[in-house]
Nanobody, 124 residues
Framework: QVQLVESGGGLVQAGGSLRLSCAASGRTFSSYAMGWFRQAPGKDREFVAIISRSGSSVYYADFVEGRFTISRDNAKNTMYLQMNSLKPEDTAVYYC?????????????????WGQGTQVTVSS
């Protein structure tokens, strides 16, 4: 099974930026669409963004409002989430996962076991 490791989180002031990374082991990274989710304290995990296998197509949750950019480097088996203009409500643990296909109406994740995620805390 592919292992996904998130990193890059931290504490930042409102309006600041962070760049998250998701490093994947194994040879199947480029076979999957990939994406980000987040879970705030006391809330359900929610979808943030998805990127197609080639990186040519991306889709974001409405709350992103143009502030985040998802990208991937298949040669490095790594996906990124550049987050700008961060708000306190973006505070959450951010997770990555693979998707069976690039289908924004279904968003079927491949892996049931979520990693540890990376904590993003935005202070006001």
């Amino acid at each position: 099974q592919v292992q996904l490791v998130e990193s890059g989180g931290g504490l930042v002031q409102a309006g600041g930026s962070l760049r998250l990374s998701c490093a994947a082991s194994g040879r199947t990274f480029s076979s999957y669409a990939m994406g980000w989710f987040r879970q705030a304290p006391g809330k359900d995990r929610e979808f943030v963004a998805i990127i197609s296998r080639s990186g040519s197509s991306v889709y974001y949750a409405d709350f992103v409002e143009g502030r985040f950019t998802i990208s991937r480097d298949n040669a490095k088996n790594t996906m990124y989430l550049q987050m700008n203009s961060l708000k306190p409500e973006d505070t959450a643990v951010y997770y990555c996962n693979a998707f069976w296909d690039y289908d924004v109406s279904r968003l079927r994740t491949v892996y049931d076991n979520w990693g540890q995620g990376t904590q993003v805390t935005v202070s006001s």
